[in-house]
């Protein structure tokens, strides 16, 4: 028997940081939803009780250094699951982005595993499996659209975004997001996002309301230390897309679009400065 689990990147509509915790995790406050950018995960049985991961991807370790290896051997351990597993990732979605793709592969593995192996796992089990992988595995376990609190293991699910497409630029660097938190400062941050302004714009399907509203604070660390990340948003602003702002961490940067009609441009435009841009639509 074989199982397929599609895992779509994430991205941040808002990113606020709120306070340092006494446990050394950052008090977060965000909305995130997903986008129609996915690794596929086949799962297939093996009659010895091992884990073997392959990827078509040459630059993503094959151990237990990924997170769907990681999930895989979670949940054999923790329901004493005896049967091994065969793991394909094909992957798309670049790896350290601030698209949440190692997380979204452990989300897939996790659901794909528990139709494996008929364990009857709840969803919510599953997220609380997911919270001791990543912070950003329980929202990828469900998908949708969250406001995630917390380390960001604490969601609540609200309602989707009105329909559109997303262009994704990704430069040539890798961030790491341990780095970016290290260097946040909370009392260095001027403005942030207004959860309250998000929520009433999704609520009433302003695709420019989200737009204006859209905020990350880790921008104000990330882009100083990356000034290619500041130039792809100014390209990306220029070439008309109408809401752009750094997922995540970054060094992502997406723009939100409303008309087909000017993705070319933009798409276009992006290649001169960067390999890996993606035009796909939200998923809602």
Same mark, same amino acid.
């Given at each position: ?54 990827? %078509?991807?040459? $630059? #993503?370790? *094959? +151990?237990? @250094? ?16 005896? %049967?091994?597993? $065969? #793991?394909? *990732? +094909?992957? @798309? ?11 979204s592969d452990a989300a897939a593995a996790l659901r794909g595993l528990n139709r494996l192996w008929r364990l009857n796992i ?111 948003k100014e390209a990306m602003i220029r070439l008309g897309a109408e809401g752009v702002l750094m997922s995540g961490s970054g ?33 809602t």
């Amino acid at each position: 028997m074989k199982v397929y689990e599609k895992a779509p990147a994430k991205i941040n509509l808002m990113l606020d940081v709120l306070r340092k915790r006494e446990d050394g995790f950052h008090e977060v406050e965000m909305v995130m939803t997903m986008v129609d950018l996915a690794d596929r995960l086949e799962m297939e049985e093996l009659p010895r009780d091992t884990i073997i991961i392959s990827s %078509q991807a040459g $630059y #993503i370790p *094959l +151990d237990e @250094k990924n997170l769907a290896f990681q999930a895989a051997k979670l949940i054999k351990e923790r329901y004493e699951v005896r %049967q091994g597993v $065969y #793991i394909h *990732l +094909d992957k @798309k979605i670049p790896v350290a982005a601030g698209l949440a793709g190692g997380s979204s592969d452990a989300a897939a593995a996790l659901r794909g595993l528990n139709r494996l192996w008929r364990l009857n796992i709840s969803e919510q089990e599953l997220q609380v499996l997911g919270s001791e992988l990543g912070s950003d595995v329980p929202f990828c376990v469900t998908g949708g659209t969250a406001i995630a609190r917390g380390r960001g293991e604490k969601l609540e699910h609200i309602a989707n975004p009105p329909q559109c497409w997303v262009v994704l630029a990704k430069p040539p660097i890798n961030v790491s997001t341990a780095d970016v938190y290290g260097r946040f400062r909370v009392n260095r941050i001027d403005k942030h996002p207004s959860l309250p302004s998000m929520l009433e714009a999704i609520e009433s399907q302003s695709f420019h309301r989200i737009c204006d509203n859209l905020g990350n604070v880790l921008e104000d660390v990330t882009l100083p230390m990356h000034p290619e990340v500041q130039q792809l948003k100014e390209a990306m602003i220029r070439l008309g897309a109408e809401g752009v702002l750094m997922s995540g961490s970054g060094p992502t940067v997406f723009g939100l679009v409303s008309k087909e009609s000017k993705i070319a441009r933009i798409y276009n435009g992006l290649r001169g400065f960067c390999k890996e841009v993606y035009a796909v639509r939200m998923l809602t």
